[in-house]
């Protein structure tokens, strides 16, 4: 133990002692934190292009904006800068992969026509790092998408080609959950929908939920893999009509026993997805969350510590949903260093989560009770200035990996050693 551990230490036993007097067990927060999974998602590595092909991804309304040097350029360089961000990380995460991320062997694969063989590589990489993987149909970026329609396309042979290659992630996710031992989140997000005025709203919605009973039509064991759907408000290119709304899949989930995703950027600005946590989870078993910072607009900016997210993390605490609730995150910038940018998410999605943790629940739930609204508020603006720092530290430095800004420097020597040396 150097200088540092003990001055983390010496904080962390004044911090506990303070959190005692409300009567929280900060040892306890500390054992519950290390069972939460964070899913990293892996298009944050190379700015949403794939290895679908030397060429990457054209089109589609999926933009990442930037140049920052060192984005990783095939499987191999993913699989290290994901490697380098989950040793920065405390706690056992999974990591989260899109169908254009597949091991061909320079083959070209149409996306219905993609195996559990080509993602191997995948699952058994992700055994020796001793991560979970989850997985998403690719519906954009592809000429049978060019028009912005895949499953409630009105051709039917498109139509069918968007539903076997929803059959086949199934099926691809199923694998990686039963050679891992933990199921793998498939979540379907489409792109679908009209730019300007739009008439007939019924006839694509109708198609849409014909096309998920084909997709879904095959049972797989939840022990391997879980079935989500995700919905949006709008999207570029379809700022009027989005055929998935928030209404739509969560009708379709409720009635077909799917998890409903809900992602933080994709409802109208001012409002959040923590108030529907507890609302959907009366009626679902469990849910995906989509944890995203919108500025604007469906922006999908590096997650930080904003009312927003402690608002998330507040209510998943609160409301004892974590064990029913997965969490991914789902943001891509490409002006800053990647690796940096998982972890800042990443750190401040579990940071956040950490301190909801550390409020003394019981206490404030019987002030809320007795009608006592100003000891309550009185309480949480308190509790703003309690040194729950001390204990992030603390639980860093436990689970031996950076304690403050310490993961910079690594970060910084991995770029001057590995990503400097990419074009």
Known sequence: MNSDDG???????????????????????????????????????????GFESAAGLTGGGIMATGNYPGKARNVEELRSDAEMALSLLPGHHRFNLHAIYLENDGKPVERDKIEPGHF????????????????????????????????SHRDEGIRRFWIDHGIACRKIAAEMGRQIGSPAVTNVWIPDGFKDVTIDRKGPRELLRESLDKI?????????????????????????????????????????????????GHFHPT??????????????DEILLHVSRGIRWDS????????????????????????????????FDASINRIAAWTIGARAMIRQLLVAMLEPIKRLRQMEVEGDYTSRLALLEELKT???GAVWDYYCMTQEVPVGLDWMAQTRQYEKEVLSGRE
Request: contains cysteine; glycine residues 8%; negative net charge.
């Open 7 to 49: 001055n983390v230490e010496q904080a962390y036993a004044s911090a506990k002692s303070r959190y005692a007097e409300l009567g929280v067990d900060t040892d306890g927060a500390l054992k519950k934190i290390q069972q939460v999974a964070i899913s990293l998602h892996c298009w944050q590595g190379d700015d949403v292009g």
């Open 386 to 388: 309690y040194p729950f």
């Open 300 to 331: 999908d900016h590096v997650v930080t510590a904003t009312d927003d997210l402690r608002a998330i993390a507040e209510e998943l605490v609160r409301g004892e949903f974590l064990g029913r609730v997965h969490i991914g995150l789902d943001f």
């Open 271 to 284: 409002e959040t997805i923590s108030d529907k946590i507890s609302s959907v989870l009366l009626y679902l």
């Open 216 to 264: 879904y039509a095959e049972p797989i064991d939840p022990a391997h893999n879980l079935d989500a759907v995700e919905c949006k408000l709008f999207g570029i290119g379809s700022e009027t009509y989005v055929v998935g709304s928030h209404e739509f899949y969560m009708g379709y989930a409720l009635a077909n026993k799917k998890l409903l995703c809900l992602d933080a």
């Open 120 to 151: 191997q590589g995948w699952i058994d990489w992700a055994k020796d790092q001793d991560v979970g993987l989850d997985f998403n149909p690719t519906f954009f970026s592809h000429p049978k998408a060019a028009d912005g329609f895949t499953l």
